[in-house]
């Protein structure tokens, strides 16, 4: 017995997976070069991040009778994104983390998406964020967790972010 109004259109599938196709390869999450800029060693330890948010503040404003309509008002410059290091039994991260937390210290990131066919990154996924700061959550430890490794996370607060060719968003 069959349904009433079911079809199969195996062309509508192909012309679907050949549009998919035709847009390339896919960017994976962990294809990603995260660089500190004067503490480019710890590059190989970042082991999660995220790509910046980019908006404009919403304005809302309402009409005769209610009707609303939402703007688009100032840009937002700034704004916060999580960051998970691999520690290493010399205690680097922490350490790295904890001195620039002391000198107040300002820090410049560079960010990048790579892959094996485009090892520089490509343009529109090269980010530069300015003036940040990185703030460490406590760190898990259990003596259970026996082949865990240690992985400090926290937050990066930066105050501009903008591609790498100096193009703004």
């Known amino acids: 017995m069959s349904i009433a109004n079911a079809k ?23 294809n990603f070069e995260l660089i500190i800029k004067g503490k480019e060693k710890f590059s190989t330890l970042v082991q999660a991040t995220q790509i910046p948010a980019f908006s404009r503040e919403e304005i809302e404003t309402f009409a005769p009778l209610g ?19 691999k520690e290493v039994i010399s205690g680097a991260v922490l350490e790295m983390i904890r001195d620039s937390v002391a000198k107040k210290e300002y820090l410049t990131l560079e960010l990048k998406l790579i892959c094996e066919s485009l090892p520089n990154g490509v343009e529109p996924l090269r ?8 703030k460490l959550d406590a760190t ?12 400090p996370s926290g937050t990066i607060r930066y105050n501009w972010a903008e591609l790498l060719s100096g193009k703004g968003y």
Do not use: P, W
Request: aromatic share 10%; glycine share 8%; charged share 20%.
């Open 67 to 85: 009707v609303q309509f939402t703007q688009q008002g100032s840009y937002n410059n700034s704004g916060e994104m999580s960051i998970t290091f």
């Open 140 to 151: 898990d430890l259990s003596v259970e967790d026996r082949t865990a490794i240690v992985k």
């Open 127 to 134: 980010f530069r964020l300015s003036h940040c700061f990185i």
């Open 8 to 30: 199969g259109d195996i062309k509508l599938l192909k012309r679907a997976y050949d549009q998919h196709l035709a847009m390339g390869e896919g960017a994976v999450s962990s």
